[in-house]
Structures are given as structure tokens and as C-alpha cells.
């Protein structure tokens, strides 16, 4: 075998091997042991016919799809060894006629890393909104642990339903006076508000009372799951048999004990007021760190090959595929729903893969000029995060992360380069008043 390497270019490596007669031989020879054990001719048994004789019925060429497939990964293999070639994702091929007894070449196109020239990473001027955290934040917060350690109670009889109120009730549904499938339960919880019937539904129940009965006409959606309804108007009669009120509860320091691990009032609003903080200077690092890759991307030349764009963009498929089945939605159904296929969400894709390869490339490239490392007491602070969130002992958090180690070390290269960027960058923060107007 001989490989040659002919061009660089674009970020892609192309390769022309030239495999000779033997190996394509023992490529044919290993194609007819696997062909053959399907195939039987008069007077041998499956399995048992020679090659000669297969050859001579069916064509030599009934073994070349099965012969390349044996050669080409080998001989591929071996060249890119030869040649010095780092592939980073998978290659295309180009195979030349197959002659028996003759040797024949194949060319492949790798995709390799692309020479990434940056720019002046330095004093890169971005903006982000002022976060600010307020008493009223707080305060809301401490709303919402009230809503939801509310206590439901029994409304009297003569007191109406309203909003936020969940109304136990026996209904029937009927199109024409006739009832119809799934339109009937028995004593049904429902929240006023929580729109979750039938638009319209909840709305004329809002007012009902203890005992009451009534009828609710709502019409179906036009879009509605069941095309037996869909677009239908639909009378329920409807029995309220009981309401029950969310009733907020007395913000003291006996509440904050049976809620939290605080003793005072006071102590859980300092607590508050800490991690409303601490989330603010996080969304604000998010997006100061989003804001300035995209301008460094515009300062630096960094040639992607489409193949490593497209198997990046495969990965993001099965994220998003993981995703929906942790959802419940199985990929086909939620494609059905929206009227997309696999290759216009795979394309879809593409824009946001081909920007985080180019991240990717772009910091890969800022450690390597910058010399960034990584210490090992800063591996061991990470391996500590990770067993506190994780709730694992230092010693199994380290044993799972031993495999990918390679990987952690250089992600935390990474956001060492990010703060390098950050250190060096002129950070505006904005407000409302301070941004600049709209014109037209």
C-alpha cells in the first residue's frame, strides 16, 4: 500500500491510496467467506460452494461491496499513521474502478483541524444589563414559599369560587344532547385558572357554589386532539360538590422553622437575598461570556470543515431526541406535530453547531498561544465541586471522573482562557436609562 498526501486545504486533508493486487486479493478472498455462507447451487450444500464456481455464476463483482468494506477502514487506517494525519471527524471516499489481479486506489477527504488565526482578543468592549436585586424580589420570593405552603380549606357553602380556588365537581359532556366519549367525571379537582379544560371552561365555573349545578357551553378548538370534537360546541352539566380555598399562611418565625432550615424571619430573607444574588451574577456571567465569544468569533479566521459542522449537529440531534424522550415525546411524534422531518431539524441545527465548533477551535487555539494550564490543586477543587453537588465521597467523585480526566483538564483550560478574555475585556453595564435610544 501507498498513500500520498496531495492537498490541504479548507480545513480538510486529501489522501490518495493506491492498495495493490495482494490486498485487494485478501479483500476478495475474506468477501467470498462471508458471501458464501448464504449462497447454495445444485450439487452443494450452502455455505460449501467454491469461489471459482460462485464467481463463475454470479460475477466476481458480487464481492467487491464486501471486499472494499474489509480493505478501504484498514488501508485508511494505516495511511493516515503513515501520512501523520489527525482525522476529527469521519472522512468520504472516492474509490476507483476494481479490476481483479490489479491494484486500484481510493482517495479520501479528512477533515483536520483548521489553522485558526486570531485577532486582538484584547480589550473587547461588551454590554450587559445592570442585574440588580431588589427588597420587592425578595419579598416575592417569600410570596410564592407562602402560595405554596398554603393550607387548603373548605369554603362555606354560600362563599362563590374564584380564581386560584380548586373546585371539586361532577360533569357530563354532550354535542347535540348526546353525551359523548371521556366527557364525564366524577368529583374532578379543578383550579380556576389553571387552564387546563376546555377554553372557556373555567371561566363560567368562577362564581359557582356549594351544591350548585349548572351548564357550561364552551366550543372545542378547531385544532383539537380529537377529530370527533374538534371545532364542536359542547354543553357540560356540571355539580359542584365541594370548594376548597388556598389559605395563606401567618409569615412568623414558626412558619419559617416548619419550611426551612432557618430560625427567624429574618434569617430566611438574608438567605433569600444571597442566592438572588448569586443566580443574578450568574446570568450575568452567562451572557457576558455569550456576548463576548460572539465578538471574538468576528476577529478571528477559523475554516470549519462541513462534515465536522454536520457531525457536531448529529450530536445536537440526539440531545434534543434525549430530551423529548425524557419529556415523553417520542422524536417521530413531536416531527408529526410540527410538520418537520429529521433533515430539516438536522439542518436547522447547523448555524448554532457550526458556531460551537468554531468556539471550540477558537479557545483550543487561546490556551495553546497563552500556555494556560491548570494546577493540580485547581483539578481537586473541581473534583470537589463535583462530589458536593453530586453528593458523592471526594474518592468516588475522582474514580468517575478519572476516564474523562483529559477532558476536565482541558475544559478547565477553557474557562481559564474565557477569563483571560473577561480580565482584558471593557465591560459596560446597562440600564434602562443608559441604553441608547431607539431611531428609526
Same mark, same amino acid.
Request: proline share 4%.
Given at each position: 500500500?501507498?498513500?500520498?498526501?496531495?492537498?490541504?486545504?479548507?480545513?480538510?486533508?486529501?489522501?490518495?491510496?493506491?492498495?495493490?493486487?495482494?490486498?485487494?486479493?485478501?479483500?476478495?478472498?475474506?468477501?467470498?467467506?462471508?458471501?458464501?455462507?448464504?449462497?447454495?447451487?445444485?450439487?452443494?450444500?450452502?455455505?460449501?460452494?467454491?469461489?471459482?464456481?460462485?464467481?463463475?455464476?454470479?460475477?466476481?463483482?458480487?464481492?467487491?461491496?464486501?471486499?472494499?468494506?474489509?480493505?478501504?477502514?484498514?488501508?485508511?487506517?494505516?495511511?493516515?499513521?503513515?501520512?501523520?494525519?489527525?482525522?476529527?471527524?469521519?472522512?468520504?471516499?472516492?474509490?476507483?474502478?476494481?479490476?481483479?489481479?490489479?491494484?486500484? #486506489?481510493?482517495?479520501?477527504?479528512?477533515?483536520?483541524?483548521?489553522?485558526?488565526?486570531?485577532?486582538?482578543?484584547?480589550?473587547?468592549?461588551?454590554?450587559?444589563?445592570?442585574?440588580?436585586? #431588589?427588597?420587592?424580589?425578595?419579598?416575592?420570593?417569600?410570596?410564592?414559599?407562602?402560595?405554596?405552603?398554603?393550607?387548603?380549606?373548605?369554603?362555606?357553602?354560600?362563599?362563590?369560587?374564584?380564581?386560584?380556588? #380548586?373546585?371539586?365537581?361532577? !360533569?357530563?359532556?354532550?354535542?347535540?344532547?348526546?353525551? !359523548?366519549?371521556?366527557?364525564?367525571?366524577?368529583?374532578?379537582? /379543578?383550579?380556576?385558572?389553571?387552564?387546563?379544560?376546555?377554553?372557556?371552561?373555567?371561566?363560567?365555573?368562577?362564581?359557582?357554589?356549594?351544591?350548585?349545578?349548572?351548564?357550561?357551553?364552551?366550543?372545542?378548538?378547531?385544532?383539537?386532539?380529537?377529530?370527533?370534537?374538534?371545532?364542536?360546541?359542547?354543553?357540560?352539566?356540571?355539580?359542584?360538590?365541594?370548594?376548597?380555598?388556598?389559605?395563606?399562611?401567618?409569615?412568623?418565625?414558626? !412558619?419559617?422553622?416548619?419550611?426551612?432550615?432557618?430560625? #427567624?424571619?429574618?434569617?430566611?430573607?438574608?438567605?433569600?437575598?444571597?442566592?438572588?444574588?448569586?443566580?443574578?451574577?450568574?446570568?450575568?456571567?452567562?451572557?457576558?461570556?455569550?456576548?463576548?465569544?460572539?465578538?471574538?468569533?468576528?476577529?478571528?479566521?477559523?475554516?470549519?470543515?462541513?462534515?465536522?459542522?454536520?457531525?457536531?449537529?448529529?450530536?445536537?440531534?440526539?440531545?434534543?431526541?434525549?430530551?423529548?424522550?425524557?419529556?415523553?415525546?417520542?422524536?417521530?411524534?413531536?416531527?408529526?406535530?410540527?410538520?418537520?422531518?429529521?433533515?430539516?431539524?438536522?439542518?436547522? /441545527?447547523?448555524?448554532?453547531?457550526?458556531?460551537?465548533?468554531?468556539?471550540?477551535?477558537?479557545?483550543?487555539?487561546?490556551?495553546?498561544?497563552?500556555?494556560?494550564?491548570?494546577?493540580?490543586?485547581?483539578?481537586?477543587?473541581?473534583?470537589?465541586?463535583?462530589?458536593?453537588?453530586?453528593?458523592?465521597?471526594?474518592?468516588?467523585?475522582?474514580?468517575?471522573?478519572?476516564?474523562?480526566?483529559?477532558?476536565?483538564?482541558?475544559?478547565?483550560?477553557?474557562?481559564?482562557?474565557?477569563?483571560?478574555?473577561?480580565?482584558?475585556?471593557?465591560?459596560?453595564?446597562?440600564?434602562?436609562?443608559?441604553?441608547?435610544?431607539?431611531?428609526?
Amino acid at each position: 500500500m501507498e498513500a500520498r498526501l496531495e492537498k490541504i486545504e479548507h480545513s480538510e486533508a486529501y489522501i490518495a491510496v493506491e492498495v495493490d493486487a495482494e490486498q485487494l486479493e485478501e479483500g476478495l478472498q475474506k468477501a467470498y467467506l462471508k458471501v458464501v455462507k448464504e449462497v447454495s447451487l445444485p450439487g452443494f450444500r450452502k455455505g460449501r460452494v467454491p469461489r471459482q464456481l460462485l464467481e463463475a455464476r454470479f460475477g466476481t463483482e458480487i464481492l467487491y461491496q464486501d471486499a472494499i468494506e474489509y480493505i478501504v477502514p484498514l488501508a485508511y487506517e494505516e495511511a493516515v499513521k503513515q501520512l501523520e494525519i489527525v482525522p476529527i471527524a469521519q472522512p468520504t471516499f472516492d474509490i476507483d474502478e476494481i479490476n481483479v489481479g490489479e491494484a486500484f #486506489t481510493f482517495k479520501a477527504r479528512i477533515p483536520v483541524k483548521p489553522e485558526v488565526i486570531l485577532g486582538d482578543l484584547e480589550g473587547i468592549e461588551i454590554s450587559v444589563p445592570a442585574f440588580e436585586v #431588589t427588597d420587592q424580589d425578595v419579598e416575592n420570593r417569600i410570596n410564592d414559599m407562602q402560595t405554596r405552603y398554603a393550607q387548603l380549606v373548605v369554603k362555606a357553602d354560600d362563599e362563590a369560587a374564584v380564581n386560584g380556588d #380548586t373546585v371539586y365537581h361532577d !360533569f357530563e359532556g354532550f354535542i347535540d344532547g348526546v353525551p !359523548f366519549a371521556g366527557g364525564k367525571g366524577e368529583n374532578y379537582p /379543578l383550579e380556576l385558572g389553571s387552564n387546563t379544560f376546555i377554553p372557556g371552561y373555567e371561566e363560567q365555573v368562577v362564581g359557582v357554589k356549594t351544591g350548585e349545578e349548572k351548564d357550561v357551553t364552551v366550543k372545542f378548538p378547531e385544532d383539537y386532539q380529537s377529530e370527533e370534537l374538534a371545532g364542536k360546541e359542547a354543553v357540560f352539566t356540571i355539580k359542584v360538590n365541594k370548594i376548597e380555598t388556598k389559605q395563606i399562611r401567618d409569615l412568623d418565625d414558626s !412558619f419559617v422553622q416548619e419550611v426551612s432550615e432557618f430560625e #427567624t424571619v429574618e434569617e430566611l430573607r438574608g438567605s433569600i437575598k444571597q442566592n438572588l444574588l448569586e443566580q443574578a451574577e450568574g446570568r450575568k456571567r452567562d451572557l457576558m461570556r455569550q456576548e463576548l465569544l460572539n465578538q471574538a468569533l468576528q476577529r478571528c479566521e477559523i475554516p470549519v470543515a462541513e462534515a465536522v459542522v454536520k457531525e457536531h449537529a448529529d450530536i445536537m440531534l440526539r440531545q434534543f431526541e434525549y430530551r423529548m424522550n425524557s419529556q415523553g415525546l417520542d422524536l417521530n411524534q413531536y416531527l408529526q406535530i410540527t410538520g418537520s422531518s429529521i433533515d430539516k431539524l438536522r439542518e436547522s /441545527l447547523y448555524p448554532e453547531a457550526e458556531t460551537k465548533v468554531k468556539y471550540d477551535f477558537l479557545l483550543e487555539k487561546l490556551v495553546e498561544e497563552k500556555g494556560i494550564e491548570v494546577s493540580d490543586e485547581e483539578i481537586n477543587k473541581h473534583i470537589e465541586e463535583v462530589a458536593n453537588n453530586t453528593g458523592l465521597s471526594i474518592e468516588d467523585a475522582r474514580e468517575r471522573l478519572e476516564e474523562i480526566m483529559e477532558g476536565v483538564t482541558m475544559q478547565l483550560k477553557v474557562d481559564k482562557a474565557i477569563d483571560y478574555l473577561l480580565d482584558k475585556a471593557i465591560i459596560i453595564e446597562t440600564t434602562p436609562e443608559t441604553e441608547a435610544p431607539v431611531t428609526d
